[in-house]
């Protein structure tokens, strides 16, 4: 039978579950945005056997590709309804590891307030929280690693490295994260120096894995050209150019207008607790000064980076309510009043916020919703009714990201599923530029692919760059008008072969 601590506990938990599952409904039925497509298409290749970076080129660790895939598993389709609900699963989790780690530092009072901001703002639009990226599901691997390290029990403490080290297959910049926390874990040990190794290689272990993976699969050359290659020269770009500052500002703006309460309060609480001797308090600052160098350690500082922020927000937020709370003079109901005021205000004011950003992006987007795309939904029906008059028709797509081979559920018969490796600098977005100094020998090897395999189909999307396009690639575009027949519409050109 239940006690009555235990009830408190389980209504409690339930009831963060409820208001994080309330925030986060409204998004469930949201289609996939730009990074969201790529994931799920590399989730479609390994759905059919195909291997890490064989066929296709893109520049994540497999972290994010086998939660796709894990979603394709176990609802049948990699579908934006199936990848939202197994998001739902990992964000309800840490709403509940994050409770249970504030509370037993922090105590039961800062526990709740701290896991009820972090239940909303952790699928929030300002951190682009309500979408399946990378760092939410980092978060919730990294939460995971501290909720076993603060175990008494020794071997879930043993396996807290090597779950914090999962978190680096997700977002490696986090490095950061988990070398303060392996530092807690030395430090903790009775005999560090003995242990500091072991723990290092528990932390290394998943990437360690990953690595001998890509080898023995004879992928190796392709993982370390896109992961790190890429990776060095997109952070070159956005240190070296006008991006690094200007994005920032960008984002800060956007960040504040979408959810100003959330960060100005977190941010009430660091300044508050500043100078606080308490040294769980410290320790807390430590993550913070973390989550901001894997930040900054980015460069382009796009909002759902800042996700490795709301943690620790969070919980100076709650902080600082709790704080408040605590306050025991006359004038204490007035500020309670005042305070339960504030957060009223606040929250009916997000959320308005947030029905206005549904309205806005989600309702008007039936078909896909590229953030930085203009008038590209436009015909997108139209060209996968085409294809799927053929579905065993063999396919190409000439388009800035893999969205009809996801939509048509389709294999491409090139290793380039999008074109941006096939271009030169002047024709590519600020974040591709500077991306692909080999475009030459891409041409060379899509137009090897396309001679030996013929596709059936071949689709291209025409932006406002197109002729400049043709230019810069004419072979591409002459192979097509001298063995295809094309239909051409506004913003496509579909291709056949003749029969």
Known sequence: MLNLKTLVLFLVIVGLLLVHILTQLPYLTQVFNFDEIDYAYQALLL????GFYSISFHDRLPGIYLVYTLAGLIFREVSPIAIRFLTLFFTSSAVIIFFLITSKIFGKVVGFLSAFFFAIFIVDPSVQGHTANTETFAVAFFLFGIWLFIQKNKFLASIAPFVTGITILFRPTMIFLVFLLSFLLYKQDKKPTSRFIITAVKI???LILTIFYMTFSGNISQFLEWTVERNANHMRIAYLGKY?????????????????????FGLLGVIFFAFSKDLKIKT??????????SILFSGWFFQHYFIELVPVFSLFAGLLYAKIISFQNRFRPIILSLLFTAFLIGMVGHFIDQSAYLNDRLIKRKVVQPEDQKNTDIGYPQVLNEIQKNPDASIFVWDD??????LAKKIPVSYFSYKEPLLPNNLLPPTFNGYFPKYKIYQKQLMDELRKKFPEIVVVRKDDNFEEEKKAFPEFFQFLSNFYSGDESKFFIFYRKPI
């Open 401 to 406: 990201i893999p969205r009809i081979y996801v």
């Open 284 to 293: 807390a600052y430590f993550f913070l000064y973390a989550s901001i160098a």
């Open 244 to 264: 690094f500052i200007g994005n920032a500002s960008f984002t800060f703006q956007n960040m504040i207008m979408d959810s100003c309460f959330f960060w100005l």
């Open 47 to 50: 759905l059919e056997g195909k």
């Open 204 to 206: 290394a272990t998943p």
